[in-house]
Each structure stands twice: as C-alpha cells, then as structure tokens.
C-alpha cells in the first residue's frame, strides 16, 4: 500500500537549521509530483513547496521563500525539505504529498512530523 | 497571486441535511480546484478534483460544481461521519493555495 513516512522534525531554537524527509513506498515516486504543506497548531493548511517529478522545477510560498529548499531523490524514493533560518511562525505539522499530474489534485499524504520553533 | 476564500467559516448541521459549502478565487482558475476533508486529528484526504470529479471510494452523497471564480462542495445529506473541516485548493499555477477551511458539525 501507499505510504509517505516523513521524519526529521523536533523541537529547535529561532535561527536554527532543520532536515525533514519523507520516505515513500507502494507506489512509482519517480511520477509523482511532489508538494510540502504544514499546519500550525489549530490552523488550516498552508501549501509550502513543490517539485516536479525530475526535480528540475520547484516552486515556494512567500513565507518560506529563500529559507526552504525542496529537493528529492528518486532513487531512493525520498524527498527532503531543509529549512533554515527557522522561525516562531514555522512551527507547524509538516506533511509530504503526492499528486500524479503535473498540475494535479494531492491524494497521497504522509501523516506528518512536527516542528515546533521556540526559544 | 490567487487568494482563495470560502464560506461560511463554520456551520451546524443536523443529520441528513443538505450542505452546502462555497469555494472562490480572487482570479479564474478554469477548474483546477479541489476539496479535502480532514477530520479532527487526522490526515487530509482528497474529496474532489478537476471540481467535480469524485475520488474514487468517496460517498456519492458528495458532490463538486463550478468553474473559474466560484465553486461548490455538497453534502448531499449530512452523516455523522462528516464531521470535518473541509478546504478548497487551486493547482492552476503555484502558488498551490488552499482555502481557509469550513468546519462542518452535527447540530
């Protein structure tokens, strides 16, 4: 079956660095095209980051631009997220997710890692 | 960029009642709008695509109209199993903004 286990997440400080990975199974990784979207405590959802199915194109939302990076490795079936520069207001359960098309629906989503942001 | 809202913010509901919840972009989107349900403390989980085509294994009980600015999600007749929040999302270009949510309860 499908799944998208991501890790990575934790409690740090403002300014700090962090790692997260989603490792994905039950289905061919390298076609999907993949998107980053957390959620702060309480609120709704925020899309953050994607990257195409080669990894040749990524797009950011304005809150994390220039601080984020979004990458994958198809051969390992695994896509990452650094974050740095960490804030307060990133504090949030980060999910990794899976659409088929290129501009497509998500209808695969990892259960989350959380990221909790404070001094 | 595209901002999406939906209305109402919450509603209350009684079981076998037909809702109604509405989705618009500030820009057309043609119809690259999609719904989520997401229960309390659960994953998302895809309703809608294209918005109106269901997803497979979803109720037909939901149901997805609209193009360009406005669209809608309808439950059909409310069950105590929906009780969700429920988004909207563009995918027409990125930003690949979602809606604000809807929560929906059982009055």
């Known amino acids: 079956q499908v799944q998208l286990v991501e890790s990575g997440g934790g409690l740090v400080k403002p300014g700090v660095s962090l790692r997260l990975s989603c490792a994905a199974s039950g289905f061919t990784f390298g076609d999907y095209y993949m998107s980053w979207i957390r959620q702060a405590p309480g609120k709704g959802l925020e899309w953050v980051s994607y990257?195409?199915?080669?990894?040749?194109?990524?797009y950011y939302a304005e809150s994390v631009k220039g601080r984020f990076t979004i990458s994958r490795d198809n051969a390992k079936n695994s896509l990452y997220l650094q974050l740095n520069s960490l804030r307060a207001e990133d504090t949030a359960m980060y999910f990794c997710?899976?659409?088929?098309?290129?501009?497509?629906?998500?209808?695969?989503w990892g259960q989350g890692t959380l990221v909790t942001v404070s001094s | 960029d595209i901002q999406m809202t939906q209305s109402p913010s919450s509603l209350s509901a009684s079981v076998g009642d037909r809702v109604t919840i509405t989705c618009r972009a500030s820009q057309g989107i043609s119809n690259f709008l999609a719904w989520y349900q997401q229960k309390p403390g659960k994953v998302p989980k895809l309703l809608i695509y294209?918005?109106?085509t269901l997803q497979s294994g979803v109720p037909s009980r939901f149901s997805g109209s609209g193009y360009g600015t406005d669209f809608t999600l309808t439950i059909s007749s409310l069950q105590p199993e929906d009780v969700a929040t429920y988004y909207c999302q563009k995918y027409n270009s990125a930003p690949f903004t979602f809606g604000p949510g809807t929560k929906v309860d059982i009055k």
């Open positions: 997710a899976g659409s088929p098309d290129l501009l497509g629906a998500i209808d695969y």
């Open positions: 294209a918005a109106s």
């Open positions: 990257i195409s199915d080669s990894g040749s194109t990524m």
